[in-house]
């Protein structure tokens, strides 16, 4: 089943290494902008059909302008293709009110063959101990009421208890861990993850704030299995209006298959 984010993401090549593509707003936030991990997953898609080689392994993007809606480009360019791993970069441009061309985001990201090597894993973290997603208390998708962001209905969550900013209630403690799941039943992808670890709510939401993200890189470490993804995020440092987020996103086999840091500005 191709899911929605991967029919939403994929452009058409429409020259050397340019892909044009319409912007969904499937994936918009409250204020009608895209979310930031559909637009990694714009660019890293782009990308991956000029690499040689076939699985993403790191992917980091600089935020410079709001995204919307609509008519977009990718432009992208290899860097340099080796044996082992091979590098490019991205940039999504749209054209802005004057209808000049801007860049969105610019991405760089590695590219390797995950199946010539071992994955020998050594993890000292566990994944996070959460109940089956059946047994959990679900939220989003086609339930999420009518004042949610368009991007909050592509998702649903899985949690032991509802987050504390959801009642109004922050728990004054930026972490949570929680199951992720495509709302329209598609496995994500090793592509998908790069959206997976930006697809949930900040976790500084539980010390009363919100943020928007200004970089965000992401370790796609493993194909995930099929299933529900176990997600583990948290923040430790707030300075300057910025703070960090880290993921991890572990797979329903209890595999380790993206890990993340994000800067975000506080708001």
Do not use: K
Not at 14 to 27: P, Y
Not at 97 to 102: A, I, L, Q, S, Y
Not at 188 to 201: M, P
Not at 223 to 239: D, I, K, N, S, Y
């Amino acid at each position: 089943m191709i899911g929605e984010l991967a029919l939403d993401s994929t452009g058409e090549r429409v020259g050397d290494g340019v892909h044009g593509i319409d912007l969904s707003d499937r994936w918009g936030l409250d204020d009608g902008r895209l979310n930031g991990g559909y637009q990694i997953s714009v660019a890293l898609r782009a990308l991956a059909a000029e690499v040689p080689l076939p699985d993403p392994v790191v992917a980091s993007a600089s935020y410079l302008r709001p995204a919307w809606p609509g008519p977009a480009r990718v432009l992208t360019e290899v860097v340099r293709a080796g044996r082992r791993l091979a590098t490019g970069t991205a940039r999504l441009v749209q054209a802005g009110p004057d209808g000049v061309e801007r860049d969105v985001l610019r991405l760089e990201a590695s590219f390797a063959d995950l199946a010539a090597t071992p994955a020998d894993p050594v993890d000292l973290t566990a994944p996070p101990e959460l109940p089956p997603f059946e047994q959990c208390r679900t939220f989003g998708g086609d339930d999420a009421p009518p004042e949610v962001a368009s991007v909050g209905r592509r998702m649903r969550y899985g949690v032991t208890a509802m987050p504390g900013w959801t009642r109004g209630e922050p728990s004054g403690d930026p972490s949570a861990e929680f199951w992720f799941a495509f709302a329209d039943g598609s496995d994500a992808t090793l592509l998908d993850l790069a959206f997976v670890v930006d697809g949930a709510a900040p976790v500084v939401l539980e010390l009363g704030r919100g943020s928007s993200t200004v970089q965000l890189t992401v370790h796609l470490r493993e194909h995930p299995a099929p299933g529900p993804l176990a997600c583990r995020t948290v923040t430790r440092h707030l300075a300057h209006g910025l703070h960090e987020e880290d993921v991890e996103v572990w797979d329903s086999r209890g595999v380790l298959v993206a890990q993340s840091r994000q800067l975000a500005l506080l708001l």
